[in-house]
């Protein structure tokens, strides 16, 4: 996007931004954080990954999941020791996972490869299905599934499978992929289990009050392609939200007991939820070392300032799978939208981000290589990259090696939940998978990322109470403009980083 087409205001945030540097505001860090916006978060315990992980068990969802379509669903998983497993995966019309639309039932057998290349911490394994069977629970949920076949001649051939609406039978179980079925219907209705392809077991101690840690242990299973046509031929190389053990889950969880009792019977209703308003105002943190497909692990720190609509954040990258190596940093800040509802993603909020500043801090020898061996005309023009030195790229639209564009759009998707300890949780939409950004309305995610924790509301001395929210711009403060679509990176990574280290 040239600049000439940026919102005026925009343009004179980004050439104040300029300023400030030159009057020698960079690289002194100038966001201190509160102890408690520290990460990892203090009141996380280091978790370890099992080598080679152990699958044997019952692992469950600890709330209602969110894959790209949008699909609502909750999953039940039981693996055996002789290699056999049964998977439930529950489908919902509503976003609080209380409307059962249908259930799956997949029986297969899974094998532990090797170590990944490609996801470090993660094991590459194999698997065979089975039998695939689902169940509708109402008419309507028969006709969306149904509908997804299209004029193929496999469709036609799998059509016969699932019986006219005015024959639904309540209960049935109708099979995809089994014995009885020559050819494999599931596929043709965009199912796969490639998340088992990519897998980790990690453990934690949850901290107890008034009594012993208590052991957790998490699943971590393939992502999800974010363009459902993509799905069939994608091996995962990023996470989706991991499934928790029915016997060492996370406590208060309300749904797991829920979710580790149901079949395909017997769809897992969760408690209601109490919507939460999108109040962004305040500082946000990534609870743990995320891991992105096409292997990027990071922690993200964001503060949103409510009242002028502005945005600035930390994304720390990191070589391993723990993110205790550093790579380099990245800051970037811009402006943002008011939020309003999605009609797609119920429960979510769509915003227009808009990055408009960067700066970069090289915090291994490799990356600061390459930043040095850039084109003059990048990455902050010319002048030396030094190991933990922070330079502004805004001056050079960005720095390319590094995928970074700027000033640069995002058509976002937010959504906030409060966990049952009470913490407020933000999610924000998930990356195109094949690397790209959310620069058109048309690519504006319809799932989410793992969720950043409230590590401080009142940022600023805006209470939320008081005006720290999208949609209330208070005196004083130079407010972010209210142009149509403004402001964000939520990281514009590209593959060209791959290349490079
Ligand atoms: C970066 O370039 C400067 C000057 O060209 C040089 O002194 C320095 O050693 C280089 N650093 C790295 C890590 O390549
Ligand atoms: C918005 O307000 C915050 C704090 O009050 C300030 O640091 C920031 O620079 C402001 N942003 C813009 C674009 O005015």
Redesign the pocket.
């Known amino acids: 996007m040239p600049a000439a087409m940026l919102p005026y205001a925009c343009v004179l945030?980004l050439l104040g931004a300029r300023t400030a540097e030159a009057a020698g505001m960079a690289g002194a860090g100038h966001l201190r954080w509160e102890p408690r916006c520290q990460q990892p978060l203090p009141n996380r315990a280091p978790v370890t990954a099992l080598l080679p992980p152990r699958l044997d068990g019952p692992w469950i969802s600890t709330g209602c999941e969110v894959r790209p379509g949008p699909e609502f669903l909750t999953r039940s998983y039981t693996f055996y020791p002789n290699r056999l497993f049964r998977a439930y995966q529950f489908y919902y019309r509503d976003p609080s996972c209380r409307e059962p639309a249908h259930s799956l039932l997949i029986k297969g057998r899974v094998r532990l490869r090797r170590a990944s290349w490609v996801t470090r911490g993660a094991t590459e394994a194999d698997y065979h299905l089975y039998k695939v069977g689902v169940v509708f629970h109402s008419r309507r949920a028969l006709l969306d599934v149904a509908g997804r076949l299209d004029h193929s001649k496999v469709s036609r051939d799998c059509a016969h499978r699932l019986p006219p609406a005015w024959a639904w039978l309540p209960g049935a179980l109708y099979e995809l992929l089994g014995a009885g079925a020559e050819r494999d219907c599931a596929a043709a209705l965009g199912f796969t289990m490639h998340e088992l392809s990519l897998v980790r077991v990690q453990r934690r101690l949850q901290p107890e009050p008034r009594a012993a840690p208590r052991l957790v242990e998490e699943l971590y299973l393939g992502d999800i392609h974010t363009d459902r046509a993509e799905r069939r031929h994608y091996r995962p190389t990023g996470y989706q939200r991991p499934l928790q053990s029915a016997l060492h889950h996370a406590h208060p969880c309300p749904a797991c007991s829920l979710i580790a009792r149901s079949d395909e019977h017997h769809p897992p209703v969760l408690p209601p939820q109490v919507a939460l308003p999108l109040r962004l105002g305040g500082r946000w943190v990534s609870p743990g070392c995320e891991v992105r497909p096409a292997v990027l692990f990071l922690t993200r720190l964001f503060t949103f300032?409510g009242?002028?609509r502005?945005w600035e954040g930390y994304y720390h990258h990191f070589s391993d799978p723990t993110c205790r190596q550093p790579t380099f940093t990245v800051y970037a800040a811009g402006?943002y939208t008011k939020g309003t509802p999605s009609a797609k993603v119920r429960g979510g909020t769509e915003l227009v981000f808009q990055v408009t500043r960067a700066r970069i801090t090289p915090m291994d020898r490799v990356t600061t290589a390459m930043l040095n061996f850039s084109e003059p005309s990048s990455c902050g023009g010319p002048g030396a990259w030094a190991l933990g030195a922070e330079r502004d790229i805004t001056a050079t639209n960005g720095c390319l090696p590094l995928g970074i564009r700027l000033p640069h759009v995002e058509y976002e998707l937010f959504r906030m939940e409060r966990d049952p300890l009470g913490q407020s949780l933000l999610f924000i939409g998930q990356r195109p998978t094949d690397g790209s950004s959310p620069d058109t309305p048309e690519k504006r995610p319809t799932s989410y990322q793992a969720p950043l924790v409230l590590c401080d509301s009142v940022a600023?001395g805006f209470s939320p109470q008081h005006g720290a929210q999208l949609q209330t711009p208070v005196r004083g403060?130079?407010p972010?403009p209210h142009v149509a679509p403004l402001p964000i990176l939520l990281l514009v990574l590209r593959p060209a980083l791959l290349q490079w280290l």
Do not use: A, R
């Open positions: 945030v300032h009242h002028n502005s402006c600023w403060g130079t972010c």
